[in-house]
């Protein structure tokens, strides 16, 4: 009655959103590679997996045991990986073969982590396989395109050297970045599930994918429909 509160504030409007809670741990199904494969230093090894979570997941781990799953302390990728990796085999020619696994391991936006182990496969280091040799730096036209709701992208790199694999819409706002780093000579595939950096759907329309490398870059366009 009569304070210098009530005569200085007139009108209070209070505002509310609807958050999204992130309520669940992600879930994470690997694929490939597949138990009982054989492969040698210099080979592209593959690996893919299926991973979901009730809002999203935002980053993922690649890892490599050399003691059939007792450790797991070989790096082969991490980031926001969608779901594939590529990795050129190099182990220590210590041994004449290895029993190995992959796990992947992927977090939430809340750092909760799931993880899943393949079966056993073996790594045969002795017997290098030569890679394919490619004389220019390409960009292939993704496929299928338009895509919903996955996409591969295909590069060749005529040496091996550090590239770059970004994805960004029409108004020139980075996207995702699918690679990025030191990458070996030959050709490589990797696959995009219209998710953001972020691990949110992003909405139907043309985006760009750009690949930099030391030399040159290449640049497509590509359509999401939904």
């Known amino acids: 009655g009569g304070s210098l509160v009530e005569a200085a504030v007139d009108d209070v409007r209070i505002f509310s959103s609807t958050a999204v809670a992130d309520t669940e741990a992600p879930t994470v199904s690997v694929t490939a590679p597949s138990g009982g494969s054989i492969y040698a230093n210099g080979q592209q090894m593959n690996v893919a997996w299926n991973a979901a979570d009730d809002v999203g997941v935002v980053h993922a781990r690649v890892l490599l045991s050399l003691d059939n799953g007792v450790n797991y302390d070989v790096l082969l990728g991490e980031g926001a990986l969608d779901g594939s990796l590529a990795w050129s085999v190099n182990v220590p020619t210590f041994q004449e073969s290895y029993d190995c696994r992959v796990r992947v391991e992927v977090y939430d936006g809340l750092e909760r982590m799931t993880y899943d182990d393949t079966a056993t496969f073996t790594i045969e280091p002795g017997t ?62 990797v696959t995009w599930k219209g998710r953001g950096d972020d691990g949110n759907t992003v909405a139907s329309g043309m985006y760009f ?14 359509t999401l429909l939904k």
């Open 209 to 222: 994918y750009r690949l930099v490398t030391e030399e040159e870059s290449l640049v497509r366009k590509m």
């Open 128 to 189: 290098t396989a030569t890679p394919d040799v490619v004389s220019t730096l390409a960009l292939g036209q993704n496929h299928p395109n338009p895509f919903n709701p996955a996409t591969e992208i295909s590069f060749s790199l005529p040496r091996a050297q550090e590239a770059s694999l970004h994805i960004y819409d029409v108004s020139g706002r980075l996207v995702r970045t699918l690679v990025s780093g030191m990458q070996n000579a030959g050709d490589h595939a």
